[in-house]
């Protein structure tokens, strides 16, 4: 069974109907071929939108759809990865550098259309579509 870990651009994507990708992770978790996560960065991420602010029900849906996710911790073997990866410079951001670490030390992979945000991490799978899993 593989391990996934969702990034913040994938739930946004989905979460406005531009995604089909988060779609096809559903029914493979349903399945049980996926385990799907987030960590508490991409549900900072997620809910950072100005657009709720102005619709207190779009907070409560999207509080709600973070429901579909186990979260994986923040602990701190991740932040000590993290802040390596950042000091030589595998990722420009600290969100990021702790979404990868956290898939590091997690084994999990991570799902995302950001691919450029994380390609310099060598230990850190990438899937950018269904295919990158190899389920058949």
């Not at 978790?29 to 207190?56: C, G, H, M, W």
């Not at 000590?80 to 410079?89: F, S």
């Amino acid at each position: 069974m593989h391990k996934l870990l969702v990034d913040t651009d994938v739930l946004i994507d989905f979460s406005k109907g531009k995604s089909e990708i988060l779609k096809e992770l559903f029914n493979l978790a349903l399945q049980s071929k996926v385990i799907l996560y987030i960590t508490p960065v991409n549900i900072a991420e997620f809910l950072n939108d100005a657009f709720l602010l102005e619709r207190e029900d779009k907070l409560s849906e999207a509080v709600a759809f973070l429901d579909n996710f186990k979260i994986q911790p923040v602990e701190k073997k991740s932040g000590i990865l993290a802040g390596q990866y950042l000091r030589e410079r595998k990722t420009e951001y600290v969100a990021d550098a702790m979404i990868a670490a956290c898939c590091v030390t997690g084994d999990l992979k991570l799902a995302t259309r950001n691919k450029k945000h994380f390609k310099r991490v060598k230990d850190l799978q990438i899937v950018e579509k269904i295919d990158d899993l190899q389920l058949h």
